[in-house]
């Protein structure tokens, strides 16, 4: 038969083929997708340990949505919000304009005298003046890759109908707001250990005894952390407001920022549900609410993104430059924002690939700024990494798994290989959402991050993320999560310590709405229903819903429970209360509470505003004398109850006294004992 008498298909028979793959084999696919990561989140909940069958309903249900999706647009999930094409400014040349030249070599200048100066020895006054320098330098060279004035726009009010589009991302701010500041010193109600040691080096700044903001301090935290906290210290003194409110402001701009990212690199509608998702997400709410600095990370790392996508997109290399800034700033925070420089770097190898020389033709003024600037804001503390490199390093020596040493004691301790613990770490630190519950007491909540519904988009959208690695708009999502997931998590000890993991909430939020959308969009498809508000208004009510669950979860459920911080914390806030309520400030607090705590701890001292206190350390086995005996001041001595006993060696020289017992809010048993003499 001529090839021209074969018969086509009718127009019936391809529409009878499309309405059963429209009614039939998507809703089928799409059930099968979903009931496969289901039953691998459910597995994972029961068994909150790696499971074979949880990962193989896992890997399975990705392609089963991918197979749904086959021939379904996904444009308007993946489609950016609108962006420039074209330059938004006129070209940054730096060879053309001498004057940016002159900029960028006063930037220049003024990094080398500052350098020149933290290598000499301290002043009387201090390197606090150097700040100065330091924010000349930065502002140099950013300036020498700003539009020219005579092309800046005119500043005016916007008009209603432009902010319109803003107020529903306005109010959700105002909203994170609320619920980060709301009660801050009650939720939670213990103040950490670590909070307290930050908060007195915050003291310190005050006092001037730390006057070196390009330096480390406690632990190896850069010091500019602590002056950051500083002002609101000054403001509301040694409180938990004072100590806690700079990182709940910083939590709270995180929502803004995440939003206007995910826009840029999908849609506007994943963005707002992203956004809801996030405000009420119970681990970010929680680290927001600490006096602790790492829930900088994932402010750093968004905005690193976000103005990095924005340089490439329209060609601008003032938006360059400033994420150049934003990775400098980066350094003098939580040691963990460090990923900047790493996620930096693989975007911009992703990049390359993709564009090849067009990316350096097209790009490579604010390619410029971006090191340009990134070198001149982290100089001070590039020049201390390599003067202290111990002290830059400390907490990636104490905690990291080949630097403390930690994977050989465990090869002898365990008896296993490194190939064995090693895939253990990674099973823990990848599990983190889905089975594996925070070993610390930073956070210490009983259940995996994730529910069973938001685990099983996430484990979708996360899925699906991978599959399209290549996607310049997905993947550095896919690598924010995964990179602090592997550097912070299988890289260091006892997997996975939320604390240094808190920068994988955004990326780990996105990838539910994801997977919550891609599974809509099959539903649609489905129903052949053209996708429009109604869809994007499911999305963000479903977002609305999870985000007030986890609120609830946060309030209800985890906050009265305590425990965040652990007993010593516990304790440790407790007493600070009793010496500022009920202790004469005259007095001396007499502690007997090593080996498990000191008077030093860190709550104990910022809460108090570091008043006296003296440890006895050794065990009393007779009554005291010698120069405690012997004081004249008022005493009052607090027993913990381990050392109780040890009252009767106390009473022979100070009778007569009453006997106090403050119990625990928890449970009611004693927490700790007051003796207080008549003296």
């Not at 959700?172 to 010193?185: E, I, M, P, Y």
């Not at 100590?243 to 939003?259: D, M």
């Not at 403390?404 to 983190?432: D, Y």
């Not at 519950?437 to 979708?460: C, K, M, N, R």
Request: with cysteine; glycine share 8%; charged share 15%.
């Amino acid at each position: 038969m001529d090839s021209s008498q074969i018969p086509l298909p009718s127009k019936a028979t391809s529409d009878a083929k499309s309405s059963y793959r429209e009614t039939v084999l998507i809703p089928v696919l799409l059930l099968v997708a979903f009931g496969l990561a289901l039953f691998a989140q459910m597995r994972w909940l029961s068994q909150r340990a790696f499971d074979g069958w949880a990962l193989a309903a896992a890997l399975l249900s990705v392609p089963m949505l991918m197979l749904a999706l086959r021939g379904v647009s996904r444009e308007m999930l993946l489609r950016p919000a609108p962006i420039e094409t074209q330059p938004s400014v006129t070209a940054v040349t730096l060879t053309g304009e001498r004057w940016r030249i002159g900029l960028l070599m006063a930037a220049v200048v003024a990094t080398l005298i500052l350098l020149a100066g933290l290598a000499l020895p301290a002043p009387a006054s201090g390197y606090n003046w150097y700040a100065l320098l330091w924010i000349i330098a930065i502002g140099c060279s950013l300036a020498a890759f700003a539009p020219a004035p005579s092309t800046w726009p005119r500043l005016r009010w916007p008009t209603l109908a432009e902010a319109r589009p803003w107020m529903p991302l306005a109010g959700l701010t105002l909203v994170a707001l609320v619920l980060r500041v709301w009660q801050l010193d009650a939720m939670p109600a213990t103040l950490g250990g670590d909070e307290g040691s930050q908060g007195l080096e915050a003291m310190k700044v005050l006092r001037g005894e730390i006057n070196n903001p390009f330096s480390t301090g406690w632990l190896g935290v850069p010091t500019m952390s602590f002056y950051f906290n500083a002002p609101t210290i000054a403001l509301f003194g040694h409180t938990f407001v004072g100590l806690r409110l700079p990182w709940a402001l910083i939590g709270t701009l995180t929502i803004p920022v995440t939003y206007l990212l995910v826009a840029r690199l999908t849609s506007p509608g994943l963005a707002l549900g992203t956004a809801i998702l996030l405000t009420g997400f119970h681990y970010h709410l929680h680290f927001s609410r600490l006096g602790s600095n790492q829930i900088a990370d994932g402010l750093f790392v968004a905005l690193m993104l976000l103005l990095l996508y924005r340089g490439y997109d329209r060609r601008e290399p003032l938006a360059w430059g400033l994420s150049g800034m934003v990775i400098g700033l980066a350094h003098y925070f939580y040691a963990g924002a460090r990923l900047t420089v790493v996620l930096m770097i693989a975007v911009l190898l992703l990049l390359l690939i993709r564009d090849g020389k067009r990316l350096w033709r097209e790009q490579q003024s604010g390619i410029v700024a971006l090191f340009s600037v990134g070198l001149v804001t982290a100089a001070p503390m590039i020049q201390y990494a390599f003067r202290f490199p111990d002290d830059f390093n400390a907490r990636v020596n104490a905690v990291g798994v080949f630097q403390s040493g930690w994977l050989e004691r465990e090869q002898v301790i365990l008896g296993q290989s490194a190939l064995e613990i090693m895939t253990t770490q990674f099973w823990k630190a990848i599990l983190l959402y889905n089975a594996i519950s925070d070993p610390t007491f930073w956070y210490g909540a009983p259940d995996p991050l994730f529910g069973l519904v938001e685990g099983a988009f996430f484990i979708l959208g996360l899925g699906y993320a991978i599959l399209h690695l290549g996607n310049r708009r997905l993947f550095p999502l896919v690598a924010w999560w995964g990179g602090a997931v592997i550097i912070g998590g299988v890289l260091t000890e006892n997997p996975p310590s939320l604390q240094r993991l808190i920068t994988t909430a955004q990326p780990a939020v996105f990838f539910v709405i994801l997977g919550l959308a891609l599974f809509l969009r099959g539903i649609w498809a489905a129903m052949a229903v053209p996708v429009a508000r109604s869809f994007w208004l499911i999305i963000g009510t479903i977002a609305l819903v999870l985000s007030l669950l986890s609120v609830r979860y946060y309030v209800v459920d985890y906050t009265p429970r305590r425990i965040y911080g652990h007993t010593n914390s516990l304790v440790a806030t407790s007493m600070a209360d009793y010496v500022l309520e009920r202790v004469d400030p005259e007095a001396l607090v007499v502690f007997l509470g090593a080996p498990r705590m000191y008077y030093g701890f860190g709550t104990i001292l910022y809460l108090t505003g570091e008043s006296r206190g003296l440890d006895v350390t050794e065990p009393l086995t007779a009554p005291i004398e010698g120069e405690l005996a012997n004081l004249a001041k008022p005493l009052v001595f607090i027993l913990l109850p381990e050392r109780r006993d040890e009252l009767a060696f106390i009473t022979p020289r100070f009778p007569d006294g009453t006997l106090e017992v403050v119990p625990s809010p928890m449970n009611g048993e004693p927490l700790f004992f007051v003796y207080r003499p008549d003296m």
